[in-house]
């Protein structure tokens, strides 16, 4: 006798529902016809899905099982992020917008969606790293491809020994180590030979860290800082830049300003490494005007050009001194009108390099005394863009996973080379993009810099559509599809062209194998292929 999830599924098979509400109507209809004791989870519902396409009785369908994994969104970037938070500690900065709660990093807040989980189970990384992967697994999402994420407080304030030992425990998650090879009581350098171990164990394990990304300051960022976070695989820098107006810096007590921003941005570039800036407008002593000069100014001047940026318009919370300002009347935040006019403003005039991860803060709206109120700004900007007619051109926007106008059996996907200069290098954007770049499948960001430790570099290397097991293919599916290696031909190319001899990948531990088999060699740190 059939369960009520095979009944539904059945049915949904055979009508193909277009999207999730189509789905839901089909679910809500059976519900209704059959009277069930319960109502089946999106969970129960894809574990049906998968034992009748193993059972044969119905053939994968990649339309279907998109529209039953719970916030695919998750991985449909072609990865699945995991999150892990730093214990408290002292934070270098002294700025007026960060709240201090005894218990969490500074600026983090206790029921923050991530930072809540962290506090449960006391900042432990292994148990972080570990739970989440237990509850993606549980809600149907591929989990062999890791973008790690560490967030918390200032990284390189952190005591070195800590930081080795945090990335090690994530590494140890991903490969399965219960028993760990690693404690914060050991010395530098025995934490740095057992970190290889564990790095080198995660070349083949089940979940393997493709991408790591540390939060750090721009005046927190030496040779010596890179250096280290780079032996602990990290291919992500995210740093808090907020504004650049020297008096606005001032006022909030930043710490650093342009310089020691321009200066972090050449040497990670110098090293390979993608950029992450967090931008803050809504600042005291800002305008709309001043705020709107500042995102442009940001992609318009040549030492800075980011790859990514995230964009927290300043929310004024208890337990800062920015609330101590708004009490008093000293500081009123410019509204809610004016911000989403700049902002859509902004990312009606952004690089098709650039990618625009976050609009807001997931700060929970009880905190929020002053400053942004709309928790779905992202919507808002985008409705109203769409309304006027203007569209962003960032990568988020484009995108192949939220794309659901484009025909792809009329539409020719194509190849395309746009160039520009950034930190005294020259950066080659590659991508495979329908012909009208509405949509973008896979992009390659590639770099000839003379100042670097190798003369080129591949900084990132990704091809989107929802995540697939490694080695996997799915019809419909847009990885593992071959364009990561076109990419790769066409970097290689370039080389050759500027008589470029060596070509380094700033390649996360996981995806060290895919690069062997492309004719990289592991020298130090990096994937290099020798161009002949």
């Not at 506090?119 to 570990?130: A, G, I, M, N, R």
């Not at 200066?263 to 001043?290: C, I, N, W």
């Amino acid at each position: 006798m059939q369960n009520i999830e095979e009944i539904i599924i059945l049915d949904c098979y055979k009508k193909q529902p277009k999207d999730i509400e189509a789905l839901n109507n089909i679910k809500r209809r059976i519900l209704r016809t059959i009277k069930a004791g319960y109502i089946p989870t999106s969970t129960q519902l894809l574990k049906a899905y998968h034992r009748l396409v193993k059972e044969n009785k119905i053939k994968e369908s990649p339309q279907l099982e998109q529209n039953l994994l719970r916030r695919a969104v998750r991985t449909l970037s072609g990865v699945t992020i995991v999150t892990a938070l730093t214990k408290p500690f002292p934070c270098p900065g002294q700025c007026t917008y960060c709240p201090t709660e005894a218990r969490m990093p500074k600026s983090y807040l206790s029921d923050e969606p991530a930072a809540a989980r962290a506090l449960s189970l006391k900042f432990d990384p292994y148990e972080q790293t570990w739970r989440r992967l237990e509850a993606l697994k549980k809600n149907g999402h591929p989990i062999d491809k890791i973008e790690l994420i560490i967030k918390g407080g200032t990284w390189n304030s952190y005591p070195i020994t800590y930081q080795y030992w945090f990335i090690a425990r994530c590494f140890e998650a991903c490969n399965r180590t219960r028993k760990s090879a690693v404690s914060e009581k050991m010395s530098l350098d025995d934490l740095r030979k057992q970190m290889v171990k564990i790095q080198n164990k995660n070349e083949k394990a089940k979940h393997r860290i493709i991408g790591l990304t540390l939060e750090t300051r721009p005046d927190f960022i030496n040779k010596k800082t890179i250096e280290a976070m780079r032996e602990m695989g990290t291919t992500r820098i995210e740093m808090g830049v907020q504004h650049i107006d020297p008096k606005i810096m001032e006022m909030t007590k930043r710490g650093h300003g342009l310089k020691e921003t321009v200066e972090a941005t050449k040497l990670l570039r110098h090293y390979g490494f993608k950029v992450d800036y967090h931008l803050m407008p809504q600042l005291p002593g800002s305008t709309p005007a001043k705020d709107l000069k500042m995102m442009r100014q940001i992609f318009s001047d040549p030492r800075l050009r980011p790859d990514m940026i995230k964009i927290y318009p300043c929310t004024v919370v208890k337990n800062s001194e920015l609330y101590d300002w708004v009490a008093n009347g000293t500081f009123k935040p410019y509204s809610d009108k004016h911000l989403l006019r700049i902002l859509k403003e902004f990312k009606s005039d952004v690089p098709r390099y650039l990618r625009i991860s976050r609009l807001i803060r997931d700060i929970p709206s009880h905190h929020i005394m002053a400053g942004n109120m709309m928790t779905n700004l992202r919507q808002l900007i985008q409705f109203e863009m769409k309304a006027e007619g203007k569209t962003c051109q960032c990568l988020r926007c484009r995108e192949v996973g939220h794309q659901t106008q484009i025909d792809w059996d009329k539409d020719k996907i194509t190849k395309f080379v746009d160039q520009y200069e950034s930190s005294g290098g020259t950066e080659y954007f590659i991508s495979f993009e329908n012909s009208t770049r509405d949509a973008v499948l896979a992009f390659c960001r590639f770099r000839i810099d003379p100042a670097g430790i190798y003369p080129a570099f591949i900084r990132e290397l990704h091809v989107y559509g929802q995540s697939l097991e490694i080695a996997q293919r799915k019809l419909g599916a847009t990885q593992h599809t071959g364009m990561g290696k076109e990419m790769m031909k066409t970097a290689i190319e370039i080389c050759r062209k500027n008589k470029v001899p060596r070509l380094a990948v700033i390649s996360g531990v996981g995806v060290r194998d895919y690069y062997r088999k492309l004719g990289a060699k592991l020298d130090g740190n990096y994937m290099v292929f020798d161009i002949k």
